[in-house]
């Protein structure tokens, strides 16, 4: 048990659906952070909440809409995605942002795969 | 440009010794993390380190030269449980981490 729960595992989408990722974290962390993991590449971080607030979005393409609702959860709603963005979707959580030993706790994924 | 690198991938032979190495050109430095993550499951935090020198933490023990901009993960006493990706990752000026390809371990019996 990682602390940070993920659903669904798996998701395969055409382009034209729209469905959405969830993430929950019961650690009591205040920030929460969506990456992306495509093979052989780094970690790209997506999104980022610092208690509930958006602190970062990485010029990410708008078909990829993320919401925090409260500090323990984040969702990322997908649509109108195209093939290339099919990876696997990492959610993370972390006590603060901006601190030096800001050590990420990490849900297992979401593999995402676009039709 | 902000950058990390490291091999992508290594092998080694059950209960010898390996060392994965990560260079890192960032803008700021605010410590070097090494994460661990098995297929098909998450990334777990193993180390830290900010100052230079040696952390030793159980088999596994991660090594920093600011100066170098060079880092390593000395993994000891292989065990078959150790194939897994290994990521490098540097915290830049504003804290946001930058991080590395990844390395995958393959253990041979």
């Known amino acids: 048990e990682t602390g940070v729960t993920q659903t669904p595992r798996h998701l395969v989408m055409g382009m034209t659906n729209k469905k959405s990722l969830k993430c929950e974290q019961h650690?009591?962390?205040?920030?929460m952070y969506w990456y992306k993991q495509s093979a052989k590449k780094p970690l790209e971080l997506m999104f980022v909440?610092?208690?509930?607030?958006?602190?970062e979005n990485n010029s990410v393409p708008s078909r990829f809409s993320p919401e925090c609702p409260n500090s323990s959860h984040l969702f990322l709603h997908l649509h109108t995605l195209q093939p290339e963005d099919s990876a696997l979707y990492l959610c993370?959580?972390?006590?603060?942002?901006?601190?030096?030993?800001?050590?990420?706790?990490f849900g297992a994924g979401s593999r995402l795969t676009v039709l | 440009g902000q950058n990390i690198d490291q091999p992508t991938e290594m092998t080694a032979t059950e209960g010898a010794i390996v060392q994965i190495n990560c260079t890192y050109q960032t803008s700021g430095f605010n410590g070097l993390f090494w994460y661990q993550q098995h297929a098909g499951e998450a990334p777990t935090f193993l180390s830290y380190n900010v100052l230079d020198g040696l952390e030793e933490k159980g088999r596994f023990s991660s090594f920093l030269s600011r100066s170098k901009g060079y880092s390593y993960l000395l993994l000891k006493e292989l065990q078959m449980k150790d194939s897994a990706s290994y990521l490098c990752?540097?915290?830049?000026?504003?804290?946001?981490?930058?991080w590395g390809a990844g390395t995958k371990l393959i253990i041979k019996p």
């Open positions: 909440y610092n208690f509930k607030e958006q602190t």
């Open positions: 990752a540097v915290g830049d000026s504003n804290y946001q981490l930058i």
């Open positions: 650690l009591g962390h205040n920030a």
């Open positions: 993370a959580s972390s006590q603060d942002k901006g601190t030096g030993a800001n050590v990420l706790t």
